[in-house]
């Protein structure tokens, strides 16, 4: 038995409760995205195209709030699969910009169907999902806020 007045009991922890809340969620989007060939972090980097193509990697970058380490591998295989294109910025030879390919633009009608279909499969109001998006915001800005 756990004793909830304990400061270290897991189930008191933030950390825990985001980490098990994030793969169980990463877990609902995954047979959505696996017919359109997409990982989940992929399908962020998609999400950031199909609103504000073409980036640069950096913009890119700061946007997903990944190290362009991360995020090279995630673009060379979507670049493989053709959704997207990299290429020298005519303008700055150093910049490196990120575009959608034709097939990588369409492909978001097809993803315009994932959102209603992870609210339907949790099972929980749109309110609540709201609000707790509106706090995990809120939780992100702390914590790098925290880091500074």
Not at 69 to 90: H, N, Q
């Amino acid at each position: 038995m756990t004793d909830m007045t304990d400061a270290l009991s897991l189930e008191r922890q933030v950390c825990f409760a985001l980490a098990v809340a994030s793969r169980s969620v990463i877990g609902v989007y995954r047979p959505l995205l696996q017919p359109m060939g997409l990982t989940h972090p992929q399908y962020l980097v998609m999400l950031a195209l199909w609103e504000q193509a073409p980036l640069s990697v950096k913009e890119l970058s700061k946007l997903l709030q990944l190290d362009p380490g991360t995020l090279s591998p995630l673009l060379k295989r979507l670049e493989a699969i053709g959704y997207i294109r990299r290429r020298r910025d005519s303008q700055d030879e150093r910049v490196l910009v990120v575009t959608l390919t034709a097939e990588g633009r369409e492909l978001r009608s097809e993803a315009e169907r994932i959102p209603s279909s992870v609210v339907e499969r949790l099972g929980m109001d749109l309110e609540e999902l709201q609000e707790l998006h509106r706090s995990l915001t809120r939780v992100i800005a702390a914590a790098n806020g925290a880091h500074r």
